[in-house]
């Protein structure tokens, strides 16, 4: 299990979500790279029942995922995931949500 993030192939930089730019060094050359884990600096309980999790990625960024399977607490590692069909305690980083998108159904030039 894994989830797949953006790493600047000029400086190295880890980005989540995936950037047009990279935010170290302005350059636009990326390459996708599998990450196992992340650990949990902080959690927050919506209203629903739904654990969000704020996660370290080593060497990397700090991301917000939903926590699936279980429940989780500042310090732990989880695995991470880009999909929900995944057994046990794991952390569920969306490659693309479509929330504040706007959509048309008119033909692009």
Known sequence: MSAAIQTCLNCGNLSFPSRLFCPECG?????????????????????????????????????VGRVTGGTATSGDRLLLANHLNNDGVFAYLPLHSPVNEETTNEEQP
């Open 27 to 63: 350059q636009e050359n990326f390459a996708t790279v599998l990450v196992d884990h992340g650990d949990v600096a902080e959690t927050t309980r919506l209203s629903d029942g739904t654990l969000l999790a704020t996660l370290k990625i080593p060497g990397g960024p700090f991301v």
